[in-house]
Each structure stands twice: as C-alpha cells, then as structure tokens.
C-alpha cells in the first residue's frame, strides 16, 4: 500500500491505474491477458473502496468479444445436480464461508448439491461442504471452460465468487445465455464486484447492499436473502458467563483501524481505568501498530489471540461478560451470531447501521455511550436493550431454514422484498467505506495477480505507465510488480 500526500493526489492515481487495467482487458490480444487484466482491474478497486460498485459494461464487453472464443475442454457435466455452487476460495474462518456453508445445509433436503471451486489452492477448507466438489485448474480460460461445462444439467446455479473472480462472472453469463437460472449472492456488498448483472436474480443479505444493488449495480432483479444465522429455528445454548468476564470482540484486523472520528483503542484505553474486566480480541494481532499503546498500558488485561478455531470462540463467549461489536467496521455475521447465543452485546453506529438483522438494535450513536452503556453494565447496572426480542426475530427470520426458503423462493421467480424493520434500520449510506478509505489516503496495488500475463502485454502496460501522469512512488511500485511477479 502506498500512502498519498492528498486526497486528490489518491483520487487521481486510482483513476488512472483504473483506466490503464480496464483499457488493457479491452484491448487484450488474447482471452487469458484479458482475463487477467480484467482481475487485476477488479482487485484494485475491491481493496480500494471508492464508491466504485461493479462495471457491467465491461463485463458485458469482454462476454460479447470472447464467448465463442474459450477453448475446449474434458470437463464433463456434473449429473444430477439441483444446486450448484461456485465459489473463488472458502476458509474455515469468517462470515462469508459460512454463509455457505449454512446455505448448503439449508438446502440439503431440496436436491443434490455440488461446490466448484475456482481457486483450488490447498488452503481451502472444505469441512461443512456439500460432498461433491470440483477443484478447477489450468489457465484463466481453461476455468471459465470447465465451469461452463460442469454446470450444463445444474438446475441452478448460485455465485458465492470473491468480488474480482471475472473468470466465473463470464462463466455465469455464458450459461445464464443457454437458459440456466443464475443466482448472484452478494455477500461482499459493501465494495466492487464483478457478477451482479450476469445473474437472474442477486440475492442481498443486508439494507446497504441492496440499497447499492439498486442505485450503483445493474441487476436484472433483487431478492432478500439475508444471513443465516443459526442453523435452525431452536434457540439455541444460551450464554452462561457474568459480569466479571472478559469483554470481547472479534474481527479482522482491519475492521478495527482507526478512523479520524471512531477508535477501537481508545475506548479501550478510557474505559479499562474504570471497570475491571479483562479484555479478549480475536482476529487482531499485536502487529497492527494502531495496538501498540493501549496493550502497552494494560499489559496483563489485553489479549490479542489473532485466528480462532470456531470451537476455541464459542468457549470464549461462553463465559464472556459482554460482546463489544467492531468499529469503525461492524461485524456483518459476528455481532448477529453472538447475540443469538444471549452473550449481552454492544454496538455503534445506531445512526448509520448496515441492516444486516435486528441485532442492528442493539447500537448505540455515540462512542461516549457505548463507553457509558459498557460502564453502567459491568458495574451492576441494568442491560439497555431488547435482546430477547432480538433474538426471537433471528430464530424466526435468520435460520438457514427460513434463509434456504427464500432462495428457492428467487429461483422459482418470486422475488422477495427487503423487511421494512430492516430497511428502518439500514440507514447506512453506500459511500459509508469510500468516506473512510478516502480519508486514509492511502493506495493498495494488486499483489499476486500479475502472474501469468504475457511478456508483450507486460511491455506494453510498462510503457504506458511509463507516460501516464501517475504519482512517482506509485509507478515505482507497479514497476516491480510487473517484473517480479511471474
């Protein structure tokens, strides 16, 4: 990542480094340079979170140049496949994972299911998977091929794609162009995408997201999915914990980096003088600098255990005192899934909640109050919420049961509408994350991506870098990326 002297400066470099990727996709000579440009295009703008929400033009473009152009392929039909699920990677860790993984179990007694993988690194964790799964291989184009040829007698097809994954977006646009019923699951809502306007339909799993479905995407149609939050509508073992427990939150390092307005560790560091709990953080690491003070000030009471097993977390929150919710980045499955478990849960940012369930309740507007709020709780005070009536809605509305009948429910073509509770506590704006990144002024340049593309196409990207008006720091970067990453 590179840090920018301005926001314009940040802007700018964004903009062009965009127009250069999306214009060598167009422009590529050979189907697997264009795939990979148009991904390199795809990971810069979903690691740079401008307001930018899909680009159906391009997708559109490159299905209409190349769609006949994809080579053959040994690849047979899966037989007898109801549903079929493609994903990029899936992790034993985080929300989006196990998103499918419920939707699976869900759907289980409704047909056969299959999972393609179209990243087929060892890293994958298959555990909680349907039991066929196909681990695609060989180049950009060899994929879109296999994919297209295994999904042939899928009845239906549902995307649960990383936002950069154009290889599977074209793949979707191919079958839904044969007749097959595609389904786009949109659970990275909050940044780009490619896949939304190659579906039938895009399943939407928060009030931000279908929000900016609806003013910043091309879909053909929304339907309400939401998150599956427990596996069934039994409530669930309930927390046994007390006040003298620790406070906990979890989440990627990242959703806890401070922003000008909103600090994790500083509500930490103004609220540990005053109650005498120990404090747990599970996802973050000792390594993220923003840390560094607060754990140096209370050594003996922060703990920053980085990636947890799920079993290892349940234990945790089991004899937790209070769940405190992310911030500046809320937990989209987190917080819902703590609260269902009847841990006494804190949030912020009740005035520009996402509306992802009725946890969105459980918020306060100010970091000051939750500060109070967390205070008054620990010291013997009275809980300030309704989480009882939370947790009945989410057994009712959230379980994989109720969630798997809405998608049956989109695949028949009966589309269903966003809960008005949800949409009255979504008032998040879809520009929420670019006002953040804009605000870090701060560059993130595609990694690994660069690999496998062409020596000519890697000339040519050069010299155009080489002309364009792009920061000297950020041509530096890109220079070695481009010759070192093969």
Request: aromatic share 8%; net charge positive; glycine share 8%.
């Amino acid at each position: 990542m590179i840090r920018l002297e301005s926001q314009s400066d940040l802007m700018a470099d964004l903009g062009g480094l965009s127009v250069m990727l999306r214009t060598a996709a167009l422009q590529a000579t050979t189907l697997n340079d264009a795939l990979r440009f148009a991904k390199l295009y795809g990971r810069l703008h979903w690691d740079n979170i401008s307001g930018h929400f899909g680009d159906e033009a391009l997708e559109d473009a490159l299905h209409k140049r190349w769609a006949g152009a994809f080579p053959a392929t040994k690849q047979p039909a899966l037989e007898g496949i109801t549903h079929l699920h493609v994903a990029s990677r899936v992790y034993g860790q985080g929300g989006h994972s196990r998103l499918l993984r419920y939707v699976s179990k869900g759907l289980a007694p409704y047909g056969r299911q299959a999972l393609v993988l179209t990243d087929s690194r060892k890293t994958n964790d298959l555990s909680g998977m349907p039991s066929s799964i196909l681990k695609l291989s060989g180049d950009p184009a060899a994929r879109v091929s296999a994919l297209v040829a295994a999904a042939a007698q899928a009845e239906a097809v549902l995307l649960h794609i990383h936002p950069d994954d154009i290889g599977a977006a074209l793949a979707a646009r191919i079958l839904r162009s044969q007749g097959k019923k595609i389904l786009f699951v949109n659970h990275a809502d909050h940044v780009f995408s490619f896949g939304a306007g190659a579906a039938s339909a895009v399943l939407e799993i928060c009030a931000t997201g279908w929000k900016t479905t609806k003013t910043r995407r091309q879909a053909v149609a929304q339907s309400f999915m939401g998150i599956p939050i427990v596996e069934n509508s039994r409530k669930p073992e309930q927390w046994t914990g007390n006040r003298t427990g620790a406070i906990v939150s979890m989440g990627g390092g990242g959703k806890f980096q401070p922003s000008d307005k909103l600090s994790f560790p500083k509500l930490l560091a103004e609220l540990l003088p005053r109650v005498p709990n120990k404090v747990v953080l599970i996802g973050p690491s000792a390594k993220d600098p923003w840390w560094r003070a607060v754990a140096e000030a209370f050594p003996d009471r922060i703990e920053l255990r980085g990636v947890l097993p799920f079993q290892e977390v349940e234990e945790i929150l089991k004899g937790c005192a209070c769940y405190v919710d992310s911030f500046p980045l809320d937990g989209g499955t987190a917080y819902p899934q703590t609260a269902a478990l009847g841990v006494p849960c804190f949030g912020l940012n009740a005035a520009e909640a996402p509306g992802v369930s009725p946890t969105d309740r459980l918020r306060f507007q100010s970091q000051e109050q939750l500060e109070e709020g967390l205070v008054a709780y620990l010291t013997g005070g009275d809980y300030p919420f309704d989480q009882d009536g939370v947790i009945s809605t989410i057994l009712q509305d959230f379980s994989a049961e109720a969630v798997s009948k809405r998608v049956l429910s989109a695949l028949r073509g009966d589309c269903i509408g966003l809960p008005n509770y949800l949409g009255f506590l979504g008032q998040r704006s879809s520009d929420y994350n670019a006002k953040r990144w804009i605000d870090e002024k701060t560059l993130h340049l595609p990694k690994r991506i660069w690999k496998g593309l062409s020596f000519a196409s890697r000339k040519k990207l050069l010299s155009k870098i080489s002309k364009s008006d792009l920061s000297a720091l950020v041509k530096k970067k890109l220079r070695q990326r481009i010759f070192l990453t093969w």
